[in-house]
């Protein structure tokens, strides 16, 4: 999974890519400070892979992981290049789903791009330059495709669709609202890979005394809910700053940490849950002396292509999977114990993985 951390300059986007990955992305009070994307791979934080892997005394534990793009600051004009708005268009375009990050704090010290914090404002800025660059995009594919249309009845049907979607996209809307039923016309939509089809998590950076509460007492993190809720976005909130120093501790103190600030969670784990959430992402375990693994798929993948994730031959030659819930597995306290209480399913082709699942796959090549 990639995602890709957009935002104004200076709302703490590089801040929080920062502490989300530690990779020490340049971060400054100003403009472009980030001018090439920087990537970081997060391990997805896991607590059954640490019971699973004591259960079977395993050498080594491999999360799930997150990957991170943190993209350069957007202005007004970038779809028409201005600041570095070609290079953030083209980095955006290779993610799974975009972190939207929002200022939704007052600070005289941190300049404004736009000279005012307003987050409605600032999402509606970059929704705008998306939208021109999705148009030119479609404008693009309606020349090519046009050429061919007359004699042609699947290129006519494109067509039609090419310029439904651009009249959408003109009136403000993103192309994730544009809804239609023709299966031909949903795989169209998905191979042209439009930034506003692209599902969206926005990020609400708040000051250290927004936490507690979840940002309820913040007027601007209310506005960004009420957005959100009605384009079926995820919302989370955070405080860029404090994710920083949470970063640089170790497990106990973050632990202590969290708790003295009344919080359950820290920010990289809410952003985790909204991702697999939006995503429809769950994971499912191997376990062995070897290696305790998490597997990250798609909800209602089926035991074959599950398989799959591990190698193409598991997939290819698939015969039956084992199947057993991890609490079950812990309660039983073995394997073995958990079979001889039938607790252990014997799954075939049309077993739908569930999150959780503790699986030991069957195959032939």
């Keep these: 999974m990639k995602l890709g951390i957009v935002g104004l300059p200076n709302v703490g986007k590089s801040t929080l890519f920062n502490s989300l990955t530690k990779a020490g992305a340049e971060s400054a009070n100003y403009p472009f400070c980030t001018i090439d994307p920087n990537i970081g791979v997060v391990a997805v934080p896991d607590r059954r892979l640490q019971l699973l892997a004591d259960l079977y005394d395993s050498d080594k534990i491999t999360p799930a992981v997150i990957e991170f793009v943190d993209i350069a600051g957007l202005v007004k004009g970038a779809s028409k290049g201005e600041g570095l708005g070609n290079q953030f268009l083209s980095n955006i375009r290779e993610v799974d789903a975009i972190v939207h990050v929002v200022r939704c704090f007052e600070d005289s010290n941190v300049i404004h791009v736009d000279g005012s914090v307003n987050p409605l404002r600032d999402i509606e800025t970059i929704n705008l330059e998306l939208i021109f660059s999705d148009i030119e995009i479609l404008e693009r594919r309606i020349a090519k495709t046009s050429r061919g249309a007359r ?9 039609d669709l090419l310029n439904n979607i651009k009249a ?4 403000g809307k993103l192309a994730k609202s544009y809804v239609t039923e023709d299966e031909d016309e949903q795989a169209w939509l998905q191979s042209y890979n439009l930034l506003t089809a692209k599902p969206v998590i926005f990020a609400a950076n708040v000051k250290e005394e927004d ?3 979840d940002g309820v007492s913040n007027s601007y993190v209310a506005d960004v809910r009420s957005f959100a809720a009605k384009e079926g976005s995820e919302v989370f909130v955070i ?8 970063a640089e501790l170790d497990d106990d103190e973050k632990a202590m940490f969290l ?19 939006l995503l429809g992402l769950i994971s499912y375990l191997t376990a062995g002396k070897q290696e305790t693994r998490a597997w990250t798929i798609k909800n209602g993948t089926k035991a074959p292509q599950a398989a799959g994730k591990i190698h193409s031959d598991f997939e ?3 015969i039956r999977a084992e199947v057993v819930n991890y609490q079950d597995l812990l309660d039983c306290g073995s394997y073995s114990a958990a079979k001889d209480k039938g607790l252990v399913g014997l799954e075939g082709k049309d077993y739908v993985v569930k999150d959780g699942d503790v699986i030991l796959f069957r195959f032939n090549v």
Aim: with cysteine; proline share 0%; charged share 35%.
């Design 168 to 171: 959408h996209l003109e009136e």
């Design 239 to 246: 405080c860029a700053q404090i994710e920083q120093e949470i």
């Design 259 to 277: 708790e003295d600030l009344g919080l359950s969670e820290s920010g990289l784990d809410k952003l985790i849950a909204a991702s697999y959430r």
């Design 151 to 159: 004699n042609d009845k699947t290129l006519a049907k494109e067509l």
């Design 211 to 213: 936490l507690a509460d």
């Design 316 to 318: 290819r030659g698939f």
